[in-house]
Each structure stands twice: as structure tokens, then as C-alpha cells.
């Protein structure tokens, strides 16, 4: 507290790289889970993993294993992969098998496991 840029504040200054317009449809609360969620998967699948980054997409067939699927680092982490064309996902989802199933693509070969 007190601290400038802190996590108490209103406004808080930052990168424009890591910055995003809102859409009309998200209210501001569900917004701001978005950066760190998204930016947890992404660092997580193409630096950790070193998956193909998106701007090398993938031809062959390459099943990532995705465990917790339903949180919100999981939903980005499999909508980030289906995004550059990588395939089958093995997604892990628990009771929340619904809500992935919404997200992958069978025809493609994906699978939800409870």
C-alpha cells in the first residue's frame, strides 16, 4: 500500500504489449482475469513446453496433455492450442467435463477426460 504501481490502486500503469481494449460484451470484473490467465498458458505452453509458436503453426499431429482444463489457465491453454492447429488435446477436466467438451473439437480427434 502506497507503493507506486501497487495492487490496490484503480489505474496502474503498464506495458502496451500486454494491454487490451475491452469488448462492450465483458464487464470489467471478468476482464481482469484475463491477462494473467492468458499469459500463464501462453508462457506456460510455448516457453515451458516449447510448443510451435503461433506464427509457425503445426502439420503434424502433436497431443498435448492438458490437465485442468476447466480453471481458467486451462480454458486459454486449450484455446490457445486449438487456435495454432495443434491436435488431438487430452484435456483433464474433472467435474467441469462440460463446460471443455464446449471447447475442443472431437472431429478432430480431442478428448475430455473426467
Known sequence: MGTPHGISTE????????TFIISDKIDFEEAATIPLAAMTAALALYQKLS??????????????LLTGGVTAVG???????ILFNIHPIIAVAGNGSSYVETLVSKDKGDVVID
Request: charged fraction near 15%.
Open 51 to 64: 510448443l510451435p509458436l503461433p506464427w509457425d503453426p503445426v502439420k503434424e499431429r502433436l497431443p498435448p
Open 75 to 81: 480454458a486459454f491453454a486449450i484455446k490457445l492450442v
Open 11 to 18: 489505474c496502474s500503469i503498464t506495458w502496451a504489449q500486454l
